[in-house]
């Protein structure tokens, strides 16, 4: 009786095994080719929609990490997020007030989150 166990615990193991592997194998994540580049910025995920506002800046709040346009738009910004034009990137965002601003960025239910901002050279409209 024990040696039916073993004939049919073996062949039961070995596709337990193969099952988790491939798994776990699909949820790995792919590895990049050689000499491919990585994307600049992050891509809208499932949900998202990636879109562009253009305005003044009015205010930001580092605290926060968010910035206002003049018209009321509020935008929150991450350590990730691109700035152009802007020396310090992120961290100079509050030296800016008043020069215009086109930002990159996705709708995640109620936040709008920039993926880049590009600041214009002072005096542009």
């Known amino acids: 009786m024990s040696k039916t166990r073993g004939i049919v ?33 992050p891509a ?5 929609k990636a879109e562009t506002a253009k305005g003044t800046l009015k205010s930001v709040n580092s605290e926060k990490m968010t ?31 008043g020069r215009q601003v086109t930002i990159q960025y996705t709708t995640k239910g109620a936040e709008r989150i920039a993926t880049s901002i590009e600041v214009a050279a002072a005096g542009a409209k």
């Open 9 to 41: 615990a073996v062949p039961a193991s070995v596709a337990f095994v193969a099952f988790f592997s491939l798994q776990v194998a699909a949820q790995a994540p792919a590895e990049q080719a050689p000499g491919a580049q990585a994307p600049a910025a």
């Open 44 to 48: 809208a995920q499932a949900g998202e």
């Open 67 to 97: 910035l206002t346009l003049a018209a009321g738009e509020t935008f929150q910004y991450t350590a990730q997020t691109k700035v152009t034009g802007a020396q310090g990137g992120v961290e100079g965002l509050g030296s800016v007030s």
